[in-house]
Structure formats: C-alpha cells, structure tokens
C-alpha cells in the first residue's frame, strides 16, 4: 500500500519559516521523482518544487531563492524548506511522487500552511 504523509505545516508570521516533510512508503523511493504541490482556497493545484530521481530540482518562479526541496533517498524523505514566506504562499501543501519507469503517481492528504500576522 502506498502512502505518503506530509507533516511539518502550520501557521507562521510573514517572514518566517517553516520546513514540510513527506515520508513514502510503499514505493521503490530512488526511482520516483517527488515534488511539492500547492492549492489556495478557490484556486487550482499548482507546482511548486521538483526532486527528480537522480537529485536534480525545478521551482516554480515565485518560490526561488526562498524554497529549497530535497530528499533522503535512505530514509524515503523528501523536504520543503521555506524561507521568507509571505501570505501569498498560504495553502494546502501536497507531496506527490511519479514513477519514472511506469508513471504511476500518488499524492498525500496534505498538510495546511498559513502564513498570516
């Protein structure tokens, strides 16, 4: 069974900081890229950060130089540092991993990110 549990949201001051996680398993993890998904109230599902399976990233414009995503190939994590958050990143953080072999692909439940004074 496959399961990914995303932890570490909550709500921050702007400028803040805060770091997710999403532990995998059910998954051969070293050959599945992961990325971070996002999705405001009465917006869209949108990228936010890639860590493909032989490490290498990709962000989404508005996240550079404040977001850092890696993962622990050992363990079966994958991270989201966030830095400098602002109110527009508020919202439901999802993890999601895509086989590169198969395409199979799953998503976690989510977890919340409110960045608010």
């Known amino acids: 069974q496959v399961q990914l549990v995303e932890s570490g949201g909550g709500l921050v001051q ?3 900081s805060l770091r997710l996680s999403c532990a995998a398993s059910g ?3 070293s050959i599945n890229n992961m990325a971070w998904y996002r999705q405001a109230p009465g917006k869209q599902r949108e990228f936010v950060a890639r860590v493909n399976a032989g490490g290498g990233t990709d962000y989404t414009d508005s996240v550079l130089g404040r977001f850092t995503i ?16 602002k109110p527009e990143d508020t919202a439901l953080y999802y993890c999601n991993a895509d086989n590169v072999r198969n ?6 439940q989510g977890t919340q990110v ?3 004074s």
């Open 14 to 16: 702007p400028g803040g």
């Open 27 to 29: 998954i051969i993890f």
């Open 70 to 85: 890696s993962r622990d190939n050992i363990n079966h994590l994958v991270y989201l540092q966030m830095n400098d958050l």
């Open 103 to 108: 395409r199979d692909n799953y998503w976690g």
């Open 114 to 116: 409110t960045v608010s």
